[in-house]
């Protein structure tokens, strides 16, 4: 057997190297490109911009665009700025969020750890909720939420995207503890834990890598959606909703800076938790994949 | 009534019948192996002793209470998986006492018992690691210890050893006799290998597809395996079966072999109940161990019969020779001591023990009894 020499291997010359190096860093600088343009333009006052060079660092300083964008800008009629709307999301992704991730996590209990007669089939129709498009449902669910009298309230929404969510959920959590060993299950009923018992101290303390995937999935799904906080919304619109008020605004001035700031106010929480719980993710995706 | 009764027990899946008719009495401080190859249902058994399978037919009574319908936490049995099911974000410690916590006993209480059973298993330095930092010799201590801490009326083992190397397994059942020797607990041990289901048992119920083969004590079983299945099971190497026909000679019934060269031998049968056969063919058994040397033969026995035939194979393993002839057109094995001076090709005057000898109908398969 001829042995392994360097020779064999993949040789990368300092040169290719560096022409490596080099298209990848300008891809990054292109992708960085639209996040560089919203932040100086965000940063310099109006004139600056409509003098004509968008890509120039501010002459001048100013953090106003961002005061505006935040507390005093022109949403529809009302002169709040994002402050409120921003609140309104809040309010609507955390619950939400928690109660779909729940909620999925349940269901991928009860479908892996305690089968019954079905159980496939009704797994099969929660994974095909995640296929119908949110246009379908607008008027039945304008049906639902009205008798609900939840219509136009920031509850009715949360309802609205946990009914949306539990598919995934359910998925994601099913996936993961279908290698989870039943053997455990087993041994913590002996023990006498019953089925809350068992879900809360055996199941749950593992079950991190896909809690993480679950939570962001559902909150940039929840935050950045627009159509059911349009149509919805009622009173407490989310953020995504007077965003594109601020923007598509057709009176006045258009303040592209202020906009700028807005659209980055609206993004960051989502770029927060990926920043936060992004190397989870991924981890997550993969749990199960691979037998460790 | 015995201590844990299973009575008439059927289970199954569908119309698919997997379990038929179980019939086990186990006595109190009895060590009960279910032993068969796998597939034959015995885990089934233990999942339903443990509650973890549905009863299809028959019941299941523990210290006089039928348990049927019974939740497994309220049977008060405990189980050790063949996974150990270690509960991994919990220490050695909480997994341990999980069940008592669970039960609503104090801590005071909980934390006395971890302690006498954790010096009993010699895992007291281990109690604040999580399982992930043990071995696989100590997670079996640890599955073994959680199931001791409860006191339970009956321990289920579930193929508990399957998972260790072979050296471990030797050390961890010696260390399972020890603590049943000590403790005179109520066990049932589920294996499909022989040797553990013979060390440890106090009786053995050997299965094979769904039925109970033999009940009995390893002796029993070994000795006067109930039918071919248990005998070419149980046992290593197996026991030889080999064709014979039964003759009468001097008014006792002999076993008529041929060897390897086409020879006749007749060899008398301690069984004087067999002269019903006579004239007929027979499957003959006979362990290794019987077959032996002169020299090397029970002194003990009073049916000892001279035979010689062509040796194939010899196979040195230490502490034995084993010696492969050719009898009746079949290999059979014989047990030699380790210093028996055989070579292959040769013709060797064996001794057969003919005391151990056991016939079986050709045609039921079941052992012709006395």
């Known amino acids: 057997m001829a042995a392994v020499t360097q020779d064999t291997a993949v040789s990368t010359g300092r040169i290719t190297r560096a022409f490596i190096y080099l298209v990848l860093i300008l891809f990054a600088l292109f992708y960085l490109l639209p996040l560089y343009v919203m932040g100086v333009n965000s940063l310099k006052p109006l004139a600056e911009i409509t003098g004509g060079n968008m890509m120039a660092l501010p002459s001048t300083w100013t953090l106003d665009p961002w005061r505006s964008a935040w507390s005093t800008a022109q949403i529809g009629v009302e002169p709040t700025g994002l402050k409120p709307y921003f609140l309104n999301s809040i309010l609507m992704v955390v619950p939400a969020v928690a109660i779909s991730t729940i909620v999925g996590a349940l269901n991928g209990y009860v479908l892996t750890k305690w089968r019954f007669r079905g159980d496939t089939w009704v797994f099969g129709l929660m994974l095909f909720s995640c296929f119908i498009p949110f246009q379908i449902v607008l008027i039945p669910m304008a049906v639902v939420l009205g008798k609900l009298g939840l219509a136009g309230s920031v509850s009715g929404l949360i309802l609205v995207h946990v009914v949306y969510g539990i598919g995934f959920t359910t998925l994601y959590f099913r996936n993961y503890y279908a290698s989870f060993p039943t053997e455990l299950v087993r041994a913590a009923m002996i023990d006498g834990a019953g089925f809350f018992r068992i879900f809360w101290r055996i199941l749950l303390p593992v079950s991190g890598p896909i809690a993480v995937v679950s939570v962001i999935w559902q909150f940039t799904n929840i935050w950045n959606d627009f159509l059911f906080g349009v149509s919805f919304g009622g009173t407490s619109q989310p953020m995504t909703v007077a965003l594109n008020n601020l923007v598509q605004s057709s009176t006045g001035v258009k303040e592209y800076n202020v906009h700028f700031a807005g659209a980055i106010l609206a993004a960051l929480p989502t770029l927060f938790v990926y920043i936060v719980a992004g190397r989870y993710f991924v981890r997550g995706l993969m749990a199960g994949s691979v037998k460790g | ?370």
């Not at chain 2, 009863?55 to 063949?82: L, T």
């Not at chain 2, 009468?248 to 076993?255: D, K």
Request: hydrophobic content about 40%; some cysteine; glycine content about 8%.
């Open chain 2, 1 to 370: 009534m015995g201590f844990l009764d299973i009575r008439n027990v059927t289970k199954s899946y569908g119309p698919v019948e997997v379990l038929h008719r179980i019939d086990i009495a186990v006595e109190e401080g009895e060590f009960l192996v279910l032993v068969g190859p796998s597939g034959c249902g015995k885990s089934t058994l233990l999942n339903m002793i443990a509650g973890l399978e549905g009863i299809s037919g028959g019941e299941i009574a523990i210290k006089g209470r039928v348990v049927n319908g019974v939740h497994p936490s309220k049977r008060n049995i405990a189980m050790v998986f063949q996974s150990y099911a270690l509960y991994p974000n919990m220490t050695v410690g909480q997994n341990m006492t999980f069940g008592l916590e669970m039960h609503g006993v104090p801590k005071p209480e909980r934390d006395r018992a971890l302690a006498d059973v954790a010096k009993l298993l010699q895992i007291d330095h281990l109690l604040d690691r999580k399982p992930g930092q043990l071995s696989g010799g100590q997670r079996q201590r640890v599955a073994m210890g959680r199931a001791l801490v409860r006191n339970p009326d009956v321990f289920l083992f579930d193929e508990p050893l399957s998972n260790l190397d072979a050296k471990l397994r030797v050390d961890m059942r010696t260390e399972i006799k020890k603590l049943h020797q000590k403790l005179k607990t109520t066990i049932v041990y589920v294996t499909h290998d022989q040797i553990e289901a013979l060390t440890l048992s106090t009786r053995i119920a050997v299965m094979n597809k769904g039925h109970v083969q033999q009940l009995g004590t390893p002796k029993e079983i070994y000795d006067t395996p109930a039918n071919l299945f248990v005998a070419t099971f149980m046992g290593s190497p197996a026991m030889n079966i080999v064709p014979a026909t039964v003759v009468m000679e001097n008014g006792h019934p002999h076993a008529a072999l041929t060897d390897a060269d086409g020879g006749v031998h007749r060899l008398r049968f301690s069984q004087a109940n067999l002269a019903a056969w006579e004239g007929k063919n027979i499957l003959l058994g006979i362990r290794p161990e019987a077959i032996t040397d002169p020299e090397g033969a029970d002194r003990k026995s009073q049916n000892i019969q001279p035979f010689t035939n062509r040796v194939t194979v010899t196979e040195p393993a230490g502490s034995d020779t084993f010696v492969t002839m050719t009898l009746s057109g079949k290999d059979a094995i014989a047990r030699m001591r380790a210093d028996a001076s055989v070579e292959p090709g040769q013709k060797f005057d064996f001794a057969i023990n003919m005391e151990k000898a056991v016939a079986f109908d050709p045609a039921t398969e079941e052992r012709i009894t006395p």
